[in-house]
């Protein structure tokens, strides 16, 4: 059974720090490797996705992909009150579904 | 790029009416789409994966006869709740595959709130 594991948190930052948030998957045939961020209430938005080891970085965001380890995680430099969300970790296996983690809660403290 | 639009945003019915979400996307178009169900504080549940003029895919314990997906076009995807009953009440969101050179990207619209009084 294929399985992504996040902490729930919630993981407390104070403003301007940097949020790591971390995800573990048990498929080893994953190809394709995700995050999503869903505000209280809101549907998930898409902020980045990574396919090849190493980091992959988009403004204050950074995606780190170990495929050796099955790790995968975000960071989030400079963090602010309105990253404040849940972030979901999504990895895909070589076809259209994606399997979600449950998601870790941010909390970003002014 | 890669925008979803869903309809309604929220609807109350009364039990044992039927009720129909829309979902389109408005600048691609996705082979496959997905429709989701998300209960208060917790995490995503895939209800059913659809592709363009084939039958939906429903998970296991998902009833296919109760939420019924039509995939009318590579734009176009509907959810009908059968006679809903207040443990239907829910946020329904769907997703379509961007899937450009099988990247397997998937955009969510933003949700229908289902409230069954």
């Known amino acids: 059974q294929k399985e992504v594991e996040q902490n729930s948190g919630p993981l407390s930052v104070p403003e301007g720090a940097i949020a790591s948030l971390n995800c573990t998957y048990s498929?080893?045939?994953?190809?394709?490797f995700f995050w999503y961020r869903q505000y209280s209430g809101k549907s998930p938005e898409l902020i980045m996705f990574i396919y090849s080891n190493g980091d992959k970085e988009d403004g204050r965001f950074t995606a780190q992909l170990n495929k050796a380890s099955q790790y995968v995680s975000l960071l989030i430099r400079d963090s602010q009150p309105s990253d404040s969300a849940t972030y979901l970790c999504?990895?895909?296996?070589?076809?259209?579904?994606?399997?979600f983690g449950k998601g870790t809660m941010l909390l970003v403290s002014p | 790029g890669a925008v979803v639009s869903q309809h309604p945003s929220w609807v109350i019915c009364k039990s044992g009416t039927s009720v129909k979400i829309e979902c389109r996307s408005l600048d691609f178009q996705a082979t496959t789409m997905f429709w989701y169900r998300q209960f208060p504080k917790q995490s995503l549940m895939l209800m059913a994966t659809?592709?363009?003029?084939?039958?939906?895919?429903?998970e296991q314990g998902v009833e296919k006869d109760k939420f019924l997906i039509n995939h009318a076009s590579l734009t176009l995807s509907t959810l009908t709740v059968t006679s809903a009953h207040p443990e239907d009440s829910s946020f329904y969101i769907c997703?379509?595959?961007?899937?450009?050179?099988?990247?397997?990207?998937?955009?969510f619209g933003p949700g229908t709130r289902l409230t069954v009084t």
């Open positions: 498929d080893r045939g994953s190809q394709s």
């Open positions: 659809s592709n363009e003029g084939s039958k939906a895919t429903y």
């Open positions: 999504a990895v895909n296996a070589g076809y259209s579904t994606l399997t």
């Open positions: 997703s379509m595959d961007y899937g450009e050179m099988g990247s397997y990207e998937q955009y």
